[in-house]
């Protein structure tokens, strides 16, 4: 494992252009294919935009540097340049990256700044793949329109959404997953009926994912298989990001706003991959659906119990995480929802969600937050009601002697909390209470009603909360737990997993002596080291020669495949150029009366690239946003980023 460099330069196609054919869908026969866009101003890449876009992909790199880490290339990185790199034209390879390769440098990402048609913010793809099938070249684009000052901090999580994806996190890549032995995994996802969803449902069953979603939800019941897959959203979504309706605001779900975190789930399928080691202290506390139990994964959501489910627009509540006081939003579609997102009685009624498949739940107002004075309505002293960081939404009918609270006898407020002496305190008008453990009502003098406390553990931080059929140390996180038993991944055992096994106690045991066969040294702590031409946990794996790779081939355990369509827009040919009809929006208004650029109307004609939904607050009511991704040390880096 090694740290990597960080170099930027841009790489764009030449700007010569021919004319194309605009879109006429209405025409005889229709057109739908590489079609004009209209360039505004806004498509312009300027010096203030460009400037932005290198400081987030510094970030970018950073991040990455800290949260994976890689087996480093030997040599200079080398590319094969057989076609140009990425879609929408792609971009041609340097030609020094081919012949000579790139010092120190484990992926090259290029970066380019064209327009994108509807709200797609930006996408990204890989477009060249080592002997393991890792990637080792990626294409990003970053729509210009999209590079202002208001969406500087969406920017940054767009940009680690992105690069996610060129690491791995695609349907494309999945193919390519290597087990332990650095073979082709038999299984990285299972399609099903699901009876209780009532539809086909696609899950993530890689063993660390598994393993981290468990004590993520505290589903440790043998019900619990695998994490869903987003099956709506379209092709660009479809299938390549998590189901929105159970891991909400992360990062890889369909849609990308400035909540965004990174979960424990997320980096378990980069490294689940067999191409990296996560260092999970640089996954961000997800709140969505922890320690809800394995019901909430595999029921409907519609039985799902407190602040994750509403179902009357006409009270306020508490959002699922407290910080916010919110609404029950529930629309009237224009037509029926599908068999499986009825949920009300009316056909046509659900959530605001597609992605979240219609589901109800309390959205925060807009000035709702308890947490943030800034944005903030003013907290109401009739109800003695404090806003700050350390305020929490509480169900209440607080009001002060002498006055009457309104149409509204139960609702709720904005209280301190503090956690002292194993007990959770609430404060109204600066008087402090002890809650009932198990959460419950208290009152205050000088106020008429009642605060109901949330439980201890809800807003207490506590090293575990007992969850049913947990396993003794978690296992040591070196395998799965499932009714209370540990189940150990390759290479440990014991009843928690704790002690590493010699995979071949003949060959590879604890000491420092040479096997010829094999080519196996076991190292003093039992680990095998393979010799030359060998790979794997247990050196059982033969690699490939580099001009594999180099040929556009994957190998497997000494054979090297030639799978063209593994990658988006490859052809099994020896050369390929740019597309002709393709320009930028530099200067365009300028130079080109028409002020047009080609791109892609139709987002399914980008096979595997990916869209980030655009959301309409950029300034959300949670603080920090994606900005706190960068803010925790770690290890090294996999990445070189290019741009200009």
Known sequence: MRNSQRFFKLGEPPVTSLPGTPCNPHGNPPIYGDCWY?????????????HRLHKALGQTADWFRRALAVEPVKGNLRLSGYSACGQDGGVQLPREYVEVGVAETDLVLLVTTRPTTGNTLAWAVACER???GRAIAGH???????????AETLLSATLIHEVMHVLGFDPHAFAHFRDERKRRRGQVTEQVMDEKLGRMVTRVVLPRVVMHSRHHYGAFS??????????????GTSGSHWEKRLLMNEIMTGSVDTRSVVSKMTLALLEDSGWYQ?????????????????????????????????????????TYNREAEGYCPILSYSGDLPQWARYFPQPNKGGQSSLADYCTYFVAYSDGSCTDTNSARAPDRMLGEVRGSSSRCMASSLVRNGFVRGSVTQGNGCY????????????????????????GPVQFPGFNGELICPAYHELCIMSSVPVHGQCPSSCNFNGDCIDGKCHCFLGFH?????????LYPLICHNGPALIIAMGVACLSNGVCKCKKGYTGIDCSTAACDEQCSLHGGVCDNGVCEFRCSDYAGYTCQNSSTLLSSLSVCRNVLESDMFSQHCAPSEPSILQQLEEVVVMPNYHR???????????????????QLLSD
């Not at 301190?416 to 959460?439: F, I, T, Y």
């Not at 014991?494 to 010699?502: I, K, M």
């Not at 009511?621 to 990445?639: D, E, M």
């Open 38 to 50: 209209n360039c505004t101003s806004d498509d312009i890449s300027g010096e203030d935009k460009r």
């Open 130 to 132: 080592d002997q393991w």
């Open 140 to 150: 990003v684009n970053v729509a210009p329109r999209h590079l202002t000052a208001e």
């Open 222 to 235: 043998e019900n619990f298989t695998g994490l869903e897959l987003e099956d709506g959203g379209g092709r």
């Open 278 to 318: 996560a260092n999970y202290t640089m996954a961000d506390h997800l709140e969505w659906g922890r320690n809800q139990g394995t019901d909430f994964v595999t029921s409907p959501c519609n039985l799902w119990k407190g602040a994750y489910h509403c179902n009357t627009t006409q009270l306020s509540g508490c």
């Open 416 to 439: 301190q909390h503090r956690c002292v002496n194993n007990s959770l305190e609430v404060a109204v008008d600066g008087m402090w209470k002890v809650c009932p453990e198990a959460g």
């Open 494 to 502: 014991g009843q928690d997993c704790s002690r590493r096994e010699p």
């Open 621 to 639: 009511l949670f603080p920090g946003g994606a900005r706190k991704l960068f803010n925790v040390f770690g290890s090294s880096t996999v990445i």
